[in-house]
């Protein structure tokens, strides 16, 4: 079972600040997922990848496969940046994602 | 598109109860998730449906909980007799293909608490 860690589980920043959330995972996948929850609760799906970079707005995703590492990083980050950001993973054929804990961001304005 | 519809929103029943949510996944997607949060464990995979057909139901508790999907626009999670500890948010999620290797769509989840 694959294993997939965050950091950090908190951060809280200044409206502006370039923002960067790490995870790792253990056993080789077919795609990552950067997932991000609002104080809501409802779960939006912002990048899925499986090698390289994406970028999205303000948003960007990278990850190495040989490092078994990923990252997203917010740009000019604003305070309706504030929510959970969630990393999983899928290992293809008949799984469904493995999470890690979560970082929950907090940008003050 | 409406999304991933779920029912209830919201779900307050007493220990003992059988409890049902519903789950209608975006037409055209041939893959259904069942997940659960929790503040301790995070979220956590319960079964998944690959063209109406549970492909790994590992992740189901215990036998209290069980799932099925009569049809491809229908999904029903039940719990039987819930437990406070069965507590939590259920997401059902779909996709269009099996596995990791796609967007999954989450519904607003339903959230549930077995007093």
Known sequence: ?109 | DAGVIQSPRHEVTEMGQEVTLRCKPISGHNSLFWYRQTMMRGLELLIYFNNNVPIDDSGMPEDRFSAKMPNASFSTLKIQPSEPRDSAVYFCASSQLAGGGETQYFGPGTRLLVL
């Not at chain 1, 694959?2 to 370039?18: D, H, I, K, R, Y």
């Not at chain 1, 970079?53 to 997203?72: D, F, P, V, Y």
Request: net charge neutral.
């Open chain 1, 1 to 109: 079972k694959n294993e997939v860690e965050q950091s950090p589980q908190n951060l809280t920043a200044q409206e502006g600040e370039f923002i960067t959330i790490n995870c790792s995972y253990s056993v080789g996948i077919s795609a990552l997922h950067w997932l991000q929850q609002h104080p809501g609760g409802g779960i939006v799906s912002l990048f899925m990848l499986s090698s390289g970079k994406k970028k999205h707005g303000r948003l960007i995703a990278t990850i190495n496969i040989q490092e078994k590492h990923s990252s997203l990083h917010i740009t000019a980050s604003h305070p309706r940046d504030s929510a959970v950001y969630i990393c999983a993973v899928g290992e293809g054929g008949a799984d469904g994602l493995t999470f890690g804990k979560g970082t929950h961001l907090i940008i003050q304005p």
